[in-house]
C-alpha cells in the first residue's frame, strides 16, 4: 500500500508542465521522431492485457535506460539526471504519471518525470555503491547517499558527526526516523521512495 502511494504522489507532484516544452532537438515546428515504445500512448501501455504487462515493464525498462542515457549525453553539466538507480522504480515513476495522463504519448511522460527529478540530478561522476540492512539492499551513488545524509542532519535525525558517507547503524536508524515522519516504508534504506522525498519532494 505505501509503495502504491510512492508512486501516486509522486505521479501528482510530477512537472507535468515541462513535457509540452518546445524540444531542443527537433524541426522548425518542434517535431522529432519517438520510437520504440516511448511512441505509444498510456492507454496503450496501460490498458494492455495482465498476460503481457511483464513483458511491456521488460521493455520499457530498457527503453527508459536508452532515454536516460540520451539525456545524460545531451544535458550540460549532467553526470546522471536521476537519483535513482532502480529500473523497477522508474518504470513504476512513468506508470503512475501515465494513469493521470492517458492520452498522452510515453515519451512526454518519461522527459516530464527526469524534469521533475532534475533537482537531485547528478552534475559530476560518482560510483554506484549498495547498501544493505538485514536482508534488504538498494544501489544508489555515493554523491545521492552524502545528499541524503544532508537532509538527515538538517531535519535532525542524524548528529552531523556521523554523516561520513559511510553508511552505518546511525544512518539506518536516521532513516528510520525519516521515513516513519513521511509515512515511507520503513526499510532503514535509501531506496527509491526515501531518496525521492528527501531530494526531491520534500520542502526545507
Same mark, same amino acid.
Given at each position: 500500500?505505501?509503495?502504491a502511494?510512492?508512486?501516486?504522489?509522486?505521479?501528482?507532484?510530477? +512537472?507535468?508542465g515541462?513535457?509540452a516544452l518546445? &524540444?531542443?532537438?527537433?524541426d522548425?515546428?518542434?517535431?522529432f521522431a519517438v520510437h520504440? !515504445?516511448?511512441? !505509444?500512448?498510456?492507454?496503450?501501455?496501460?490498458?494492455?492485457p495482465?498476460?503481457a504487462q511483464g513483458q !511491456?515493464?521488460v521493455v520499457?525498462?530498457?527503453w527508459?535506460?536508452? %532515454?536516460l542515457t540520451a539525456?545524460?549525453?545531451t #544535458?550540460? =553539466?549532467?553526470?546522471?539526471?536521476?537519483?535513482v538507480q532502480d529500473? &523497477?522504480?522508474?518504470v513504476?515513476? +512513468?506508470?503512475?504519471?501515465?494513469?493521470?495522463?492517458?492520452?498522452v504519448?510515453v515519451?512526454?511522460v &518519461?522527459?516530464s $518525470?527526469f524534469?521533475?527529478? #532534475?533537482k537531485?540530478k *547528478?552534475?559530476s &561522476?560518482?560510483p554506484?555503491i /549498495? $547498501?544493505?540492512v538485514g536482508?534488504?539492499?538498494? +544501489?544508489?551513488?555515493?554523491?545521492?547517499?552524502?545528499? +541524503?545524509?544532508? =537532509?538527515l542532519?538538517?531535519?535532525? %535525525? *542524524?548528529?552531523p558527526g556521523q554523516?561520513?558517507?559511510?553508511f552505518?547503524?546511525?544512518t539506518? =536508524?536516521?532513516l528510520?526516523?525519516?521515513?516513519?515522519a513521511?509515512?515511507?516504508?520503513?526499510?532503514g534504506l535509501p531506496?527509491?521512495?526515501t $531518496? =525521492?522525498?528527501?531530494l526531491v519532494?520534500? /520542502?526545507?
Open positions: 500500500m505505501r509503495k502511494a510512492f508512486t501516486t504522489a509522486f505521479a501528482a507532484a510530477c +512537472v507535468w515541462a513535457a518546445p &524540444a531542443a532537438a527537433a522548425a515546428n518542434h517535431d520504440g !515504445i516511448g511512441a !505509444i500512448t498510456c492507454t496503450q501501455l496501460t490498458n494492455a495482465a498476460k !511491456i515493464r520499457l525498462a530498457s527508459l535506460l536508452g %532515454y539525456l545524460n549525453r #544535458d550540460a =553539466v549532467t553526470y546522471d539526471a536521476t537519483p529500473q &523497477a522504480a522508474l513504476n515513476m +512513468v506508470a503512475g504519471v501515465c494513469k493521470l495522463h492517458p492520452k504519448p515519451e512526454a &518519461a522527459f $518525470v524534469q521533475s527529478l #532534475d537531485a *547528478l552534475a &561522476a560518482s554506484e /549498495k $547498501v544493505t536482508k534488504s539492499s538498494t +544501489v544508489l551513488r555515493q554523491d545521492t547517499l552524502d545528499r +541524503v545524509e544532508r =537532509v542532519v538538517s531535519l535532525k %535525525y *542524524l548528529p554523516a561520513t558517507g559511510a552505518s547503524g546511525s539506518a =536508524v536516521a528510520l526516523k525519516f521515513q516513519t513521511q509515512k515511507l516504508p520503513t526499510t531506496d527509491p521512495a $531518496v =525521492v522525498r528527501a519532494e520534500l /520542502k526545507t
